[in-house]
């Protein structure tokens, strides 16, 4: 029998998370300050984030020590497993060899709680009683509650309207690991009642749960406020998928992949697997392909600009240098809510500029032939965000097949779909479309900002 799973003993799971900007060869442009147009320094940040995440945001150690707590509760699911899809290589009859790495596996069901803990851990190592945060999918917000909880923290989730609406059993999650769940735009905040004034009906979005969730700890002593994605620390923390990644490929004799994919979001679980690969190129003359898989109604990569812009929609962060489509786009309610941001982080930002990393999009209902392809081949639902991932696979694993060729390809299989049912259900039913984004909606967001441009 052919082995299917390359599996780690906890006692192997890495004792540091990998920092990428020691190794970048164009360190990230600072923030600015959006008031005077100055770089701002760490200390801007101390009203949302304990020091301790300040300073993992702004170091340049190339390793930073993972807590042992935070190894210990990282045991209740990882080491994560690396499958070889050998199931969807055959359906797909190419010469490629398949693999990815499940984070489903998580009690959350994505890669969300590797941020989470960690987070949650160092809060209350500095005293913090609530932390606020937004959410689109559910994904993030579920992932916080469960690490609050463990930490004895009160949580309260902003998620965005859309989802609200169409994931009720994500809710009832956050509320089984005691979480308040309150959905965005809501009344409790400026920034939301001032976008229910102008769209009774918004479905809500990203950038503005983030506006609500950073008001609500900017206003408040005990609380501060936590991300999902985007930030540095974050993908710090997501380094412990590719690190473990990296072991699993050594453990079964198998040489490093030729293409690493990921769907992309903010940029942390793209980062969380690419960057320890990424290190193998710009530290061991490696030439491995770190792919970015992302909507093509969201195409901040692919189409966005590379520019100074807000992480929030109502502009109340630093001012980031970001492939973006402009902090107030708000992109069409496809399902993969969690690609649903307009912007992309700072250090896959200059990746890209640097072509260190490359991106592609795909349609809605690509993706989802993508997806229930693999669940027919390999058996597990992803996650619609999931999907892109696996629709950049089978088309590199296409090519494979028609020039003759077998790379090794290796995929981030993010999160499971067990709680995205309405989404294939509306695919099964025809309700998903092809959604084109016209040139003239993305200039006109674009030609909105009044943010610093950044010379070429
Ligand atoms: C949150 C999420 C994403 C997108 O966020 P990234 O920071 O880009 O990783 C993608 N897939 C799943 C399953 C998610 O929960």
């Not at 930490?151 to 902003?158: A, Q």
């Not at 690969?277 to 692919?302: D, V, Y």
């Not at 630093?318 to 307009?342: N, S, V």
Request: charged share 25%.
């Amino acid at each position: 029998m052919k082995n299917r799973k390359i599996i780690l003993e906890e006692s192997e799971i890495p004792e540091n998370w990998y920092n990428i900007i020691a190794d970048m060869p164009n360190k990230p442009l600072p923030p600015l300050n959006p008031g005077t147009m100055e770089p701002i320094g760490p200390e801007a940040l101390a009203p949302l984030f304990p020091e301790a995440l300040i300073k993992q945001e702004v170091t340049a150690d190339k390793w930073v020590t993972i807590p042992d707590e935070v190894r210990t509760m990282y045991s209740i699911w990882r080491p994560t497993p690396m499958y070889r899809a050998y199931g969807l290589e055959k359906a797909l009859d190419t010469p490629a060899k398949i693999y990815y790495k499940y984070e489903g596996v998580s009690p959350s069901g994505s890669h969300k709680p590797n941020t989470a803990i960690p987070q949650a851990y160092y809060n209350k190592q500095e005293g913090v009683k609530r932390i606020t945060t937004e959410t689109g999918a559910g994904q993030w917000g579920s992932a916080l509650s469960f690490a609050c909880q463990h930490f004895g923290l009160e949580c309260d989730v902003y998620m965005v309207r859309l989802s609200y609406k169409d994931k009720p059993y994500r809710k009832m999650m956050m509320n089984t690991w005691g979480a308040n769940v309150y959905p965005s735009p809501s009344d409790r905040t400026e920034a939301g009642r001032k976008i229910l004034a102008e769209f009774p009906d918004s479905p809500g979005s990203l950038g503005i749960a983030i506006s609500e969730a950073v008001e609500m700890a900017a206003t408040r002593e005990d609380t501060k406020y936590a991300l999902g994605s985007v930030l540095n620390h974050v993908k710090l923390h997501q380094t412990i998928i590719g690190l473990e990644a990296i072991k699993q490929l050594e453990k079964a004799g198998s040489d490093m992949p030729d293409i690493v994919i990921a769907p992309f979001g903010g940029g942390s679980n793209f980062a969380g697997l690419s960057f320890p690969f990424l290190r193998l190129n710009l530290e061991g003359g490696k030439n491995i392909r770190c792919i970015a898989s992302e909507p093509s109604s969201c195409p901040k990569l692919t189409r966005g600009v590379f520019r100074y812009d807000f992480g929030d929609t109502a502009g109340m962060t630093p001012l980031l240098p970001m492939y973006t489509l402009g902090h107030d786009f708000i992109p069409a309610p496809i399902h993969a809510g969690g690609l649903r941001y307009h912007g992309a982080g700072v250090i896959v930002s200059q990746l890209l500029k640097d072509k260190l990393i490359e991106a592609q999009s795909h349609d809605n209902l690509e993706i989802f032939d993508a997806g229930v392809l693999f669940a027919r081949s390999e058996g597990i639902i992803p996650a619609p965000e999931a999907n892109h991932g696996i629709a950049t696979a089978i088309k590199e694993a296409k090519r494979c097949k028609e020039e003759g060729v077998s790379k090794t390809i290796l995929f981030n299989l993010c999160g499971h779909g067990n709680f995205d049912m309405k989404a294939y259900d509306d695919y099964f039913s025809g309700n998903i479309k092809s959604h084109e984004l016209g040139q003239e909606e993305i200039d006109k967001s674009i030609a909105k900002l009044n943010t610093p441009e950044i010379p070429a």
